[in-house]
């Protein structure tokens, strides 16, 4: 089966901004699985393979070999490597350490600041709407005597500067707010925050994973010292990110949370991932050369998106501010249907549900909860994330699905009936309750 996004750029479905005219114009419902889950992860561009392929194979050299030509060759990709990803967030390659992915990132600046600052204080200021990947560390930090203030985003999903400030203590060592968020794409006032930071003397520390690529990042001009990117997001490899750490005005000091060998200035041991590592480096060349085009393009299909979808449908909520976000993420909740539920019916479209997908709990998303979305509509929603290559007959397709399961849930539910006979469920007295 073809796959709904290839991965050859000269492929006639290919939509990215290198090939876009070739791409048939009004195809009728496309073949195989609609991927609309690029928040999750993206597909890897073809480019990006062939920039990684000679360090899968010939060129398979251990980048920390000094003494002869394999480990020359491999320290050379890297090298390259470090100054696309640099560049891509105005730092130099020097400050740029490669971990196994945002995850690592965000525990080895949280943690890493956490232990080297401890005698300095103890209070950490994050936002419940953060990745788990920042607030599971921040949890277990917690358990180690530190205090965490969780800021509370406004119901826009954005983090107010001046809650941020008013959070500030003597004890303060770290302030940590993403710079996307991966769920409803909202845009946090990053500068701004890393103004405050600066002039409390706080290290800021954000996540920018879904933010690389999509919207222009400075860390001079946005006051950060640590940033935490991947490389998966961005149509690169799996399993290689990267950690921005500032080295001065101030100098932001780390204890390593892998000691070995003392790579990566000895931030991080461990042999590096040459190719992954070179992947990520042609994926943020790619990704800044298009950035203008591809932003337009998509923010245009996720438009066309909600507006075919609300045009067909009452009772839709977009949950997030409705401009302050990145151009492919579009949250949605149907009221009266369960996330789950339209998921499966949209057994060919790959989407998310607001519901803590990895668990069986299905605890409707604490991102919606801390932006104050009630359950109901938090157990509606569902995450529509398009990307380099989602065409627009996977758009239109996907809009007449969306409608037509929505209407088919409904028809089996009692609750839209009576909401749709003018009966104020607030104020039913249901039985047992
Ligand atoms: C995907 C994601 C992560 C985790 O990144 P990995 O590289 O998969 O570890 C962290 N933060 C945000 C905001 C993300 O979207």
């Not at 993420?329 to 009266?336: G, H, I, K, M, P």
Request: charged fraction near 25%; hydrophobic fraction near 40%.
């Amino acid at each position: 089966m073809k796959p709904a996004w290839p991965l050859d750029p000269k492929s006639s479905e290919c939509n990215c901004a290198k090939c876009d005219g070739e791409k048939p114009a009004g195809a009728s419902a496309p073949s195989g699985m609609i991927y609309m889950d690029y928040n999750a992860t993206t597909p890897l561009d073809r480019r990006v393979l062939d920039t990684m392929m000679p360090y899968l194979t010939d060129d398979f050299g251990n980048a920390a070999s000094r003494s002869h030509a394999f480990g020359w060759k491999a320290q050379a990709a890297v090298d390259q490597a470090r100054d696309e990803v640099a560049k891509l967030i105005n730092a130099q390659g020097k400050d740029i350490v490669f971990t196994s992915g945002a995850t690592e990132s965000d525990n080895l600046a949280i943690k890493g600041v956490a232990e080297m600052y401890r005698s300095k204080g103890n209070h950490i200021i994050t936002c419940p709407a953060e990745h788990k990947a920042v607030i599971d560390p921040c949890k277990r930090l917690a358990t180690e005597g530190f205090d965490i203030t969780w800021v509370a985003p406004d119901a826009n999903g954005v983090v107010q500067p001046e809650a941020v400030a008013a959070a500030i203590t003597d004890k303060t060592v770290l302030i940590s707010i993403m710079a996307v968020n991966n769920e409803t794409g909202v845009i946090n006032p990053i500068a701004e925050i890393g103004r405050l930071a600066k002039q409390r003397g706080v290290i800021f520390h954000t996540d920018a994973t879904q933010a690389l690529g999509k919207i222009p990042l400075d860390v001079e001009a946005m006051g950060v010292d640590l940033m935490s990117l991947s490389a998966h997001k961005i149509y690169g490899p799996k399993g290689v990110g990267a950690l921005y750490v500032r080295r001065s005005g101030p100098r932001v000091r780390l204890v390593c949370q892998m000691d070995g060998g003392g790579h990566e200035r000895g931030l991080r041991s461990g042999t590096l991932n040459v190719p992954g590592i070179a992947g990520f480096g042609a994926a943020c060349r790619i990704a800044g050369d298009e950035m203008t085009e591809a932003t337009e393009r998509i923010a245009r299909l996720r438009d066309r998106l909600e507006e075919g979808v609300m045009a067909g449908l009452d009772k839709v909520q977009r949950n997030g501010h409705p401009t302050l976000r990145v151009c492919g993420t579009s949250n949605l909740s149907f009221a009266y249907v369960e996330g789950e539920s339209l998921m499966m019916k949209l057994a060919n479209v790959a989407v998310s549900s607001g519901s803590a997908c990895t668990s069986a709990s299905l605890e409707p998303s604490h991102v919606l909860k801390a932006m104050g979305v009630g359950d109901d509509l938090a157990h509606s929603s569902i995450r529509f994330s398009l990307g380099r290559f989602t065409t627009e007959a996977e758009v239109e397709y996907v809009i007449e699905q969306t409608i037509k399961s929505v209407r088919e849930l409904r028809q089996l539910s009692p609750l839209y009936e009576m909401a749709q006979e003018g009966v104020d469920l607030s104020k039913v007295a249901w039985k047992g309750h």
